[in-house]
C-alpha cells in the first residue's frame, strides 16, 4: 500500500497550515469519528468488501453517481493483499505486485467519490429498507447492497507459513504456478482442490509432492486416477507439515508421519496449501441463502432471494477465484443495483456512458 495511506480510505480532511507548507491529512481516529467527519452513515447502495469485487464495484457505482460507502474490513484488500506478483491481471504486462494493485483500485473509486472505511461487518438487518448495517460501532443505512466479502482460503495455522506467504507460500496455483517452473513444488490437500492444484502445477514444475494426512484422497475417483498416474506427481501418504523451511523464501517443509510419528525435511520451492476455503458469509447466513459450502447462492446473475442485495466475487464463486472474475462480478453487480434502484425511483437511470 502506498505510504500515507490511512487505514480508513474515506477522503481525508486537510490541515490547514499558516506557514506557506502545503496541507496535509489531519490524523483520523476511530471508525465512529472518520465516519463523523465524512458526515455520511447513509448511501444509496453500500457495498460490504474492498477485494477487486467490491472496489470494482463502488468505481462503477461511484460513476453513476451513487456515491457508495465501502465497508471494506479491517484487512482491506482481500487475498491480493498477500500475494505478491500478479502477472494474469490485464493491463499490466510486466505484472504487479498484489498490495499495488489494490492500492491502484481504491484511489480510483475513491477519486470518483466512493467513501471507504476499513471495518468489519458485525450484523445486518435485511428485512426491509432501508437496510441496515452495524460495522465497527456505527449504523450504516441504505436502498441497496452489494456483498462482495469474499472468501479466505483455510491456512495450516503455522508461524512459518505466516511469514513465508508470497515467498513461496501460496493458496492459489493458478495465480502463482507460473512462477515455479522447472521447480519443485509441494501440495497439501487431499480433496479435488489439491488434486485440481497438482495437476495444474505440472505445467510448470518439474516435480509435484502432494503431501496427505490420510492413507487414500477425498477426491473424485477420476482426478485420483489423474494425479496418481502423472508421472511428474509423488504422494507422502499419511503426511503432516509442521513447519516451513527458509528465511526469505521457502526452502523446504518438516514432515510428520501421521503414524509414526517421526519427522523428516523434504526439500521445495514452494508450498501450495489447497485444504480449502471458508466463504466470509457469516452476518449474511440468517437472510441470504448458502449453498452446502457456505457460499452465497445467486439468483438472476447477481441477485439473492432479498429484492435489493446484489453478490459479486469469491463470496459466491468457488470455481475460477480470479481477480479479473471478481472484477467482473463487481461490475455486473453495480450496473444491475444501479437499474435495480432507477426502477425504484431511488436513482437516475445512468446513460450508456455512464458505464
Keep these: 500500500m502506498s505510504q500515507g495511506m490511512s487505514g480508513f480510505g474515506g477522503p481525508q480532511p486537510l490541515q490547514i497550515l499558516s506557514d506557506g507548507q502545503q496541507p496535509v491529512a489531519a490524523p483520523v481516529g476511530t471508525p465512529a469519528q472518520v465516519a463523523a467527519l465524512n458526515a455520511r452513515t447513509s448511501a444509496k447502495v453500500i457495498i460490504v468488501g474492498s477485494g477487486p469485487a467490491g472496489l470494482t464495484a463502488a468505481i462503477y457505482a461511484a460513476r453513476a453517481n451513487l456515491e457508495p460507502i465501502v465497508l471494506g474490513g479491517y484487512e482491506a484488500g482481500g487475498q491480493l493483499m498477500i500475494t505478491s506478483e500478479v502477472e494474469n491481471y490485464p493491463g499490466f504486462p510486466d505484472g504487479i505486485q498484489g498490495p499495488e494493485l489494490m492500492d491502484r483500485m481504491r484511489t480510483q473509486a475513491q477519486r470518483f467519490g466512493a467513501l471507504i472505511v476499513d471495518v468489519d461487518i458485525d450484523r445486518v438487518e435485511l428485512s426491509r429498507r432501508p437496510f441496515r448495517l452495524w460495522a465497527g460501532g456505527v449504523e450504516y443505512a441504505t436502498q441497496a447492497v452489494i456483498v462482495a ?24 496455483a493458478t495465480c502463482d504456478g507460473f512462477f515455479f517452473r522447472d521447480r519443485k513444488v509441494v501440495v497439501v490437500g487431499g480433496g479435488d482442490s489439491a488434486l485440481e492444484e497438482a495437476l495444474f502445477l505440472t505445467k510448470f514444475a518439474r516435480e509435484v509432492v502432494i503431501v496427505h494426512r490420510r492413507d487414500g484422497f ?6 485420483q486416477e489423474r494425479a496418481l498416474s502423472h508421472p511428474r506427481i509423488r504422494v507422502a501418504w499419511n503426511s503432516l507439515v509442521v513447519d516451513v523451511l527458509g528465511e526469505n523464501h521457502v526452502t523446504g517443509v518438516r514432515l510428520r508421519d501421521a503414524v509414526t510419528g517421526e519427522e523428516r525435511d523434504e526439500p521445495t520451492d514452494g508450498l501450495f496449501v489447497a485444504i480449502g476455503h471458508r466463504p466470509n458469509t457469516a452476518v449474511f447466513r440468517d437472510w441470504l441463502d448458502v449453498d452446502a459450502k457456505g457460499y452465497l447462492e445467486v439468483r438472476d446473475r447477481t441477485g439473492t432471494r432479498v429484492d435489493g442485495v446484489f453478490v459479486a466475487g469469491d463470496v459466491h464463486d468457488h470455481r475460477y477465484r480470479q481477480a479479473v472474475t471478481a472484477a467482473g462480478d463487481g461490475c455486473r453487480a453495480a450496473i444491475d443495483a444501479e437499474r435495480w434502484l432507477a426502477e425504484q425511483g431511488l436513482a437516475e437511470p445512468a446513460t450508456a456512458t455512464a458505464w
Excluded at 466479502?149 to 492459489?172: F, K, N
Design 218 to 223: 477425498r477426491g473424485s475417483r477420476i482426478m
Design 149 to 172: 466479502s469474499g472468501a479466505s482460503a483455510i491456512w495450516l495455522d503455522l508461524d512459518s507459513e505466516a511469514r513465508l506467504r508470497g515467498r513461496g507460500v501460496s493458496a492459489c
